[in-house]
């Protein structure tokens, strides 16, 4: 049986400047593999015109390159940089640097394009099979009367995805002593994105053939008498509301043709939709916070009608409220004495740009795996070609491995099973949020080396011969995934 337990950051608040995060763990034995820290995250953004009006908005990761800002990151570990934990009894039992290049590495392979579809807990933005993404961080209603509203969400970064001792199912303070968790978060790197905007998917085809978003029906007064309209219905009919890009308290700006006058955009604009109905028809009939025509005569027409989502004024993300969650566990009375894990030791190497490398490290003992990886500034995105590793002075190939082929995938899922995961995706491909995943010559070659390295207790040299289609950016981090114990 299991209690849950959150802890509050001894820091109190946070923002772009404000990343240091301390956590004090204590008074009992936690299940750390099932436990994970906490971030709480508001997004929202404001039209002063409709106060009321409610955004469809998310987050980027904006890892530091122009033409990354739109990848979706594979794990939500790249909001750690560096990690720490440490205790009474052992000091600094871990720490973990450049945690945010590790995981976004390993999670390149450890994510199948599933994970990419989910956006409870995860700082996810992304489009799939559709135009846009309504997101986790709005309470937003696609049917009836009843207000979308602006909610906090939660990001969870499991611990398993900042600390090798994250592994540990039965930590005891009683015996480890008072321990804290130490980290620096990349919160600069996160910012506010409304994927449903005045832009987009407005024109698009809400399927292949079929009626575009935010065109509607024309209207023909049928009353006898002069009307007041203050509603539209759509020209695509919709079996699914998940794919109408519509909620209650969006702020849209309609045009149309007014009785033969010509098109133009209504002088009332932005309207806020205030009711949507689910005709039988598969039609929506939006009903708006004010009249669109007043006194349209009888028999007279409104004709091509469109909308797009009115530009909100501004976007803000505040981060509220940073947590540990852990399972505290009430099944056993102790912990173990000591407990063992793995860990990754980072050495960082900076270098000239060129097209070719040649350099020799020294991984430490008890090391098992080695991994490569180019933080420039997070995202393994270096034009390599092929490369070469040795061990000792003897190459682990007897040929250069070319990236893409079967020697190289086969070194990659190797490194994986020696460390006791599983390869989910071999595409190596960067997933852009600004695109369909169909369209995957848009998204950015990105990949990592590795290769299994055997159990020694003395150091093990590691030569490394790069070749690149390009110059590389001078920047590569050697990754040695190390046993430890507590």
Not at 238 to 249: G, K, M
Not at 413 to 436: D, P, Q, R, Y
């Amino acid at each position: 049986m299991e209690n849950i337990v959150k802890i509050a950051a001894n820091q109190g608040s946070f923002d772009n400047n404000k990343n240091l995060v301390d956590i004090d763990i204590d008074g009992g034995i936690f299940d750390f593999s099932k436990s994970y820290v906490n971030v709480n995250v508001s997004v929202f953004g404001t039209l002063t015109a409709k106060p009321d009006a409610v955004y469809a908005t998310g987050l980027n990761f904006k890892e530091g390159r122009a033409d990354n800002d739109t990848v979706v990151p594979p794990s939500n570990g790249v909001l750690v940089k560096h990690a720490q934990l440490r205790n009474e009894k052992a000091g600094v039992i871990e720490s973990v640097r450049h945690n945010d290049v590790l995981r976004a590495g390993l999670g390149l392979y450890e994510r199948d394009k599933g994970y990419y579809d989910k956006d409870l807990g995860n700082m996810i933005n992304i489009n799939t099979v559709q135009n846009f993404s309504k997101l986790g961080f709005q309470e937003l209603y696609n049917e009836g009367s009843t207000n979308s509203r602006n909610r906090p969400a939660d990001i969870r970064i499991p611990l398993t995805e900042i600390l090798g001792a994250g592994v540990i199912d039965d930590y005891d303070t009683q015996k480890m002593g008072k321990t804290r968790l130490h980290m620096e978060m990349n919160f600069s790197k996160i910012t506010e994105v409304s994927v449903i905007s005045n832009g987009n998917p407005w024109g698009a085809e809400v399927r292949t053939g079929g009626n575009a978003y935010g065109a509607f029906a024309d209207y023909t007064n049928g009353t006898g008498a002069n009307q007041d309209v203050n509603f539209l219905t759509t020209t695509q009919a919709y079996d699914n509301l998940d794919d109408s890009p519509y909620y209650v308290a969006q702020p849209l700006t309609i045009t149309l043709n007014n009785a033969g006058a010509g098109a133009g955009a209504l002088a009332g604009n932005p309207f806020v939709i205030t009711q949507i109905e689910h005709l039988q028809t598969g039609h929506l009939k939006l009903t708006f916070d004010a009249v669109l025509v007043a006194a349209l005569g009888a028999g007279a027409a409104l004709t091509t009608i469109t909308a797009v989502q009115t530009a909100a004024n501004s976007f803000s993300r505040d981060i509220n409220k940073v947590e540990l969650v852990l399972y505290k566990r009430n099944d056993i009375s102790e912990g173990a004495d000591e407990v063992q894990f793995s860990s990754f030791h980072a050495d960082n190497d900076t270098y000239p740009a060129a097209a070719s490398l040649n350099r020799q490290y020294y991984l430490p003992p008890n090391c098992m795996n080695a991994l490569i990886m180019f933080n420039n500034p997070i995202l393994s995105q270096e034009p390599i070609t092929s490369y070469r590793i040795g061990l000792n002075g003897k190459s682990i190939t007897n040929r250069d491995v070319e990236v893409k082929s079967g020697l190289h995938y086969d070194l990659i899922n190797k490194t994986f099973i020696n460390m006791g995961k599983n390869v989910k995706n071999f595409a190596e491909k960067s997933i852009k949020s600004a695109v369909k995943q169909s369209a995957n010559a848009t998204q950015i070659d990105t990949r990592i080396l590795a290769c299994p390295v055997p159990l020694s207790a003395r150091q093990t040299q590691l030569s490394l011969e790069l070749n690149a289609s390009g110059n590389m950016g001078g920047q590569q981090i050697i990754f040695a995934h190390v046993l430890k114990k507590v």
